[in-house]
């Protein structure tokens, strides 16, 4: 299992004490794991959904997303990104839908097949 973020900010907290005893700093490599820790255990606050990837997770369709953007926007959950409409993934639940993700797939195919 990954790390929790309050697991990571913990234990470089519980390293400062240590490092100022002892007149320390961090190296670029210890800035680097830190980094790293944090992007790792943020990822599903760092990463942003389409509308479209958005309603396959939480099985709910665009129109019930487009009805609940504004309230996230304001939470700083959503945001357009030019005329799309994108939301963090730590904000959207996750919920299987096979069929609606199956359906999805089979007019993504169709789609190609007309193109091709």
């Known amino acids: 299992m990954s790390e929790t973020l309050e697991q990571v900010l913990a234990d470089a907290r519980g390293e400062l004490p240590i490092l100022e005893r002892r007149n320390g700093s961090w190296s670029p490599k210890d800035i680097r794991e830190f980094v790293d820790r944090v992007a790792a255990a943020a990822e599903e606050?760092?990463?942003?959904?389409?509308?479209?990837?958005?309603?396959?997770r939480c099985g709910y369709s665009e129109a019930w997303l487009r009805a609940r953007f504004p309230s996230l926007q304001r939470e700083g959950h959503a945001r357009l990104n030019g005329r799309a409409r994108q939301y963090r993934a730590c904000a959207i639940p996750r919920r299987a839908n096979v069929v609606t993700a199956a359906n999805r797939g089979r007019e993504a195919a169709k789609a190609m097949r007309k193109v091709g």
């Open 45 to 56: 606050w760092l990463t942003w959904l389409s509308e479209a990837d958005a309603a396959m």
